[in-house]
Structure formats: structure tokens, C-alpha cells
């Protein structure tokens, strides 16, 4: 049986995609999520560089869980679509942000917690007290309003809004009204 973080990471990489150069991506060169620009020293760029790209795949399970996974205790969040939509945003907007939006969302859910990206035992008490359905409901909320807030300001990431938003927040609430009925 297949871990939460297993399960995230399948349908973490069906979206990231395997390489990805696009020269209006502040990422830089992507490896399956991986950005160059952002994390530049990933044991995996040595493969890459290479072009060992199947070496490089090796790492790339224990670069999500050290760096987005774990940070956020996601092991302890008691709801897979809570944990999975989590982690897919840390992934793709950064952990203090993903971090962030979480705890604002338990903030909007009437639960007294700072705001400060640093996920803890309260933070997740919080997270784990909420409903995961609006849970997902308000987190998403304010992560469309965090993508529309980086496509306004930056001119180049606007060709991703759509995107991020079909893939990462309407694609994630249709699943979460199928499957947390």
C-alpha cells in the first residue's frame, strides 16, 4: 500500500511534467518540478547536466519530501486531499507561501493562529479541527487569489494563470466535492 506521500508524489509529477525550459518561467530549467533557478543545488542537476535523466529521477522523491513534505508535518494532517493539496502548492509557489496560505485559511475558519509560514503543532491541530472540504474550499480560494495576484505583477507569468488555475485550484475542487461528499 502506497504511502500519503506516494500518492501526492504520483499526482504531483502527472501535473509538473517531466522537463520543462521555458524562457518566461522564473524557474529556469524544471526536472519534474524541480526548478534550476529556485534550487540549484539538487543533487540532481549533476545527472541533468549529464544527461543522466534517469539518475537523476532517483532524487527526485527524497528532494520533495526533505524540502516540502516534511517542513509542513504533512504526515500528521489527518486528511489525504488536505496533505495533497498542500504539498502541490508548496511545490509550485514556495513552502513559506503554501504555508501561509494554510494557516490563513484555519485563520478564516475562526481558529486564533499566527500567520507566519512556520507550520507546527498548532497549525496542524488547526488544519486537523477544520472540515477538509471547506478546508480545501478557503485554502484554494486564497491560493486563485495568490496566482492572479502574481500574474498582475508580472507580466511574464501570465501565460501560467491559466494553467495554475485549472490544474491547481479547479481541477483540485472538483475532486474534492467527488470524493469529500
Known amino acids: 500500500m502506497m504511502t500519503a506521500f506516494e500518492r501526492a508524489m504520483d499526482q504531483l509529477l502527472k501535473i509538473e511534467g517531466y522537463v520543462s525550459n521555458n524562457p518566461n518561467d522564473s524557474g529556469g530549467y524544471t526536472f519534474m518540478g524541480i526548478a534550476r533557478n529556485y534550487h540549484p543545488n ?13 539518475e537523476a529521477e532517483k532524487y527526485v522523491g527524497t528532494f520533495y519530501k526533505k524540502e ?52 507546527g503543532p498548532i497549525t496542524i491541530s488547526a488544519i486537523n479541527s477544520i472540515d477538509p472540504r471547506a478546508f480545501i474550499e478557503v485554502f484554494l480560494g486564497l491560493v486563485s487569489a495568490n496566482y492572479v ?7 511574464n507569468d501570465q501565460e501560467f494563470l491559466d494553467g495554475w488555475l485549472r490544474q491547481r485550484v479547479y481541477d483540485r475542487i472538483v475532486e474534492a466535492y467527488q470524493v469529500l461528499k
Open 42 to 54: 539538487w543533487e540532481g542537476w549533476q545527472f541533468i547536466d549529464q544527461g543522466k535523466y534517469s
Open 68 to 119: 516540502f513534505w516534511d517542513p509542513l508535518s504533512l504526515d500528521n494532517v489527518n486528511n489525504y486531499f488536505v496533505q495533497l493539496n498542500i504539498f502541490q502548492i508548496s511545490v509550485n509557489v514556495g513552502l513559506p507561501v503554501a504555508a501561509k496560505l494554510a494557516q490563513e485559511s484555519c485563520v478564516m475558519m475562526n481558529h486564533s493562529i499566527t500567520v507566519d509560514g512556520n507550520v
Open 149 to 155: 495576484s502574481i500574474a498582475k505583477n508580472n507580466q
